[in-house]
């Protein structure tokens, strides 16, 4: 008895070994097709994803497939339990193929005289997906063939894996990650269990079962599985009923398109298949959609761009490059946040923070604001105005081109622009052109990116910091200023008059962080750019609109067009709740400290002759450095002497624009005298408190007007003009 068991056994070892045998010499020499595994990404379309996976733009691969790479980790356990239950319960214990199934099927089939079911298991049906066979006997058995080849070479979870990846779920749409956002528009991570049921019955009959197409023969199809799995005692009758109650809903987004244009950037850089970005997808879908209503404000043809950065990590939340990516007449699908454009005043705070750091001016050191020319260089106001004395705070908060361009002459325009190239801000000329004192005033060009990149400075402590766009990029810092030079210039910026109830002069932090309140505008020569740049606690913001074209939009100005949406854009910004992420900005540096100085010489009132000290100031001062004015101008003693009325001259003859109903408004400004101003009109008091504030007012009738100033003193000045 023994020796018949064992000349037995002898004989499965030998059938067994024969059969490995003629396995192994199959498989060498019909090796296995290279399977679209999860580490060959190349060969899957490219996605660029939020920072929370979702889909921001899919770039079909040559096939025009789309196929979202996915590990099982990135898909929920609820769908791998669904598919296991309903497609292959013993899928972990079989050697690829299982028999029983295979039994059942071919009853069936005879049964009812067609093919009812195929009896395949997920081995299998990874194998008809790799080497496609006919439902021929000679089909199966090439397709049992290739499961005991899968078996063989990969593991149970490669299998699965390339199942997920790799199955039909209708159209061009393969793999369940693009099968879930595409009819879900959700990750894989998070099906419910009626949405894990759909997606498990729907590689059965891609085409019959897709929920857009025919979303009741999907919901009869889901039902079904729901109701195998309660029979299978893998659910509660509960559980299959809630599920039952969910609604098919029929759509089809295979093709998404959040951040297209910077989508596009990412698939030009990066090669890999997945490409996982820092962006916040809701809070750029929610700023695509303020841009682009916002836009229909705008003149026609008129873009706008928004840049947020967090700039504590300097990861960029969202990146809103145009105003409609689908809108040619405004030139969609031009980048503007890396175009060349012209930067306007935006410029002037890293000036003056250079300045502060070289010991040639502190915060309320006294500049002048009148007519110049420097070697034939004749820069003017915005306003076409002059304020005679200002403080350096009044001039880059008025945002004053002449006293600019005479803090960059002291500065040096080689040392202004090597600085910022330096700090990662590159300036670019015009053809031929070097470092001049036009600069200041926009005469060369930046790009938004890196003109954001370089206000982060003023938030990092005088460190610009690199924008991350994906993960993994290194935070890279470079020197832009000092701590107290940038602590100095947020704090300027943040009590910059203006008309909007969101301006705050912030003290202490007890504040909403989206505040708003630091910023900066600009408008370039001929209205061609308007620009706006703020700080929150948080965030770093650039905002700039006009014409892609270069076109003139006059009449558009930043304090107009962009200031508005910037605003807007920090209304909607997510709360940063991460302690760890927080930042002392609003602490005062150790090397600032605040000292009362004397105009027009700009010393300490004990350094200066008691004659000599016409007004004081309370300035804030960098390293203990009190700097004197930066040059002695004969105008000085005059300044602080005479009152003056400059802002019109004396029987000037002044008419409105041709086929224009509006009252002439004009500004009513003086230099020189002390203290504030009471302002008359043909005798008349305009102002009810004397103020040293720019006052407008309107000259409804034509006419002769008599305009008089006089100072706390009593000094007066009157001049006459006459409105045509």
Same mark, same amino acid.
């Given at each position: ?32 097709? /290279? ?76 049964? @009812? ?7 395949? !298991?997920? +081995? ?62 959700? &990750? ?47 659910? +509660?009758?509960?559980? /299959? ?43 750029? =879908? ?5 841009? $682009? ?8 043809? %008129? %873009? ?54 070289? *010991? ?9 604001? /009148? $007519? ?12 076409? @105005? ?32 090597? +600085? ?10 015009? &053809? @031929? ?10 005469? =060369? ?75 900066? +505008? ?13 700080? =929150? ?111 019109? /001259? ?16 004009? @500004? ?6 002390? *203290? ?14 004397? !103020? ?11 006419? $002769? ?20």
């Amino acid at each position: 008895m023994i020796k018949k068991i064992m000349r037995l056994l002898q004989r499965v070892l030998l059938l067994t070994a024969f059969f490995l045998f003629i396995f192994l010499l199959a498989d060498w020499q019909m090796p296995l097709p /290279e399977p679209y595994a999860h580490d060959q990404q190349e060969k899957f379309s490219k996605v660029v994803v939020a920072e929370d996976g979702t889909p921001l733009r899919a770039f079909a691969d040559q096939y025009g497939v789309w196929r979202y790479p996915v590990t099982l980790d990135a898909v929920s356990p609820r769908y791998i339990k669904t598919l296991l239950a309903y497609e292959d319960r013993w899928f972990w214990w079989h050697l690829g193929i299982n028999p029983l199934a295979i039994l059942r099927a071919s009853v069936q089939n005879l049964i @009812n005289g067609r093919i009812i079911s195929g009896g395949s !298991t997920i +081995t299998m049906q990874v194998a008809r997906i790799l080497d496609p066979h006919s439902r021929t006997i000679k089909g199966k058995l090439k397709q049992v063939f290739r499961a005991l080849q899968l078996e063989w070479h990969y593991s149970k979870q490669d299998i699965l894996t390339i199942y997920l990846n790799l199955a039909p779920f209708g159209g061009p749409i393969e793999g369940v990650q693009a099968a879930s956002f595409a009819y879900l528009g959700k &990750s894989a991570q998070e099906l419910s269990l009626a949405e894990a049921a759909l997606l498990s019955v729907l590689p059965q009959s891609p085409t019959r079962f897709r929920p857009d197409r025919h979303p009741q023969k999907a919901t009869q199809a889901r039902n079904k599985v729901l109701h195998r799995l309660h029979k299978f005692g893998v659910i +509660t009758s509960e559980q /299959e009923q809630d599920a039952q109650l969910e609604i098919v809903v029929p759509q089809l987004e295979a093709h998404p398109m959040i951040a297209p244009i910077f989508a596009r950037r990412m698939d030009h850089q990066l090669s890999q298949a997945i490409i996982k970005t820092t962006i916040d997808a809701n809070l750029q =879908t929610n700023l695509e959609a303020l841009v $682009k209503d916002y836009s229909h404000q705008l003149s026609n043809k %008129s %873009s706008a761009a928004v840049l947020v950065v967090n700039h504590h990590t300097m990861a960029v939340k969202a990146y809103v490059a145009s105003a409609d990516f689908f809108d040619q007449q405004r030139y969609g699908q031009v980048d503007m946040i890396t175009a060349v454009r012209s930067p306007g005043s935006t410029l002037k705070p890293f000036l003056y923070a250079m300045a502060l750091d070289q *010991g040639l001016i502190s915060s309320h050191s006294m500049l002048m604001d /009148e $007519k110049i020319n420097i070697a034939g260089y004749k820069p003017e106001n915005f306003t076409k @105005n002059f304020s005679g004395a200002v403080s350096m705070s009044e001039a880059l908060q008025r945002s004053l081109n002449i006293p600019a361009v005479q803090v960059l002459q002291f500065l040096s325009a080689n040392v202004f622009y090597s +600085t910022l190239e330096n700090a990662g801000l590159t300036l670019y000329m015009p &053809s @031929n052109a070097k470092p001049n004192l036009a600069m200041i005033l926009g005469g =060369t060009g930046v790009k938004l990116e890196a003109l954001v990149s370089a206000y982060t400075a003023f938030s990092r402590k005088g460190k610009a910091g690199q924008l991350r766009f994906i993960d993994r990029d290194p935070l890279i810092e470079k020197y832009l200023c000092s701590e107290g030079a940038a602590w100095i210039i947020r704090d300027i910026l943040s009590k910059i008059p203006t008309r909007h109830s969101y301006s705050s002069v912030i003290k202490n932090a007890s504040y909403s962080r989206n505040s708003l309140y630091a910023w900066k +505008t600009g408008t370039s020569y001929g209205f061609r750019d308007a620009w706006a740049v703020g700080m =929150t606690q948080d965030y770093t913001i650039g905002i700039w609109t006009g014409r892609p074209d270069g076109t003139p939009v006059p009449g558009h100005y930043g304090a107009q067009t962009a200031v508005p949406l910037l605003k807007a854009v920090s209304q909607n910004l997510p709360y940063l709740a991460d302690k760890n992420q927080k930042i002392a900005l609003l602490r005062q540096p150790t090397s600032v400290s605040q000292k009362t100085i004397c105009w027009p010489g700009g010393m300490l009132p004990e350094q200066t002759p008691i004659n000599e000290c016409k007004k004081t100031q309370r300035s804030w001062i960098l390293n203990d450095t009190i700097p004197p004015v930066l040059a002695v101008n004969p105008l000085l003693e005059t300044v602080f002497n005479d009152l003056k009325i400059i802002s019109i /001259e004396n029987n000037a003859r002044i008419k409105r624009p041709e086929g224009s109903d509006t009252p002439l408004s004009l @500004n009513l400004q003086a230099q020189g005298g002390q *203290g504030a101003l009471f302002w008359f009109i043909n005798g008349i008091p305009i102002n009810k408190q004397a !103020t040293r504030a720019v006052l407008s007012y309107t000259f409804a009738k034509k006419g $002769k007007y008599r305009v008089s100033a006089i100072d706390k003193m009593g000094q007066s000045h009157e001049i006459q003009f006459y409105v045509l």
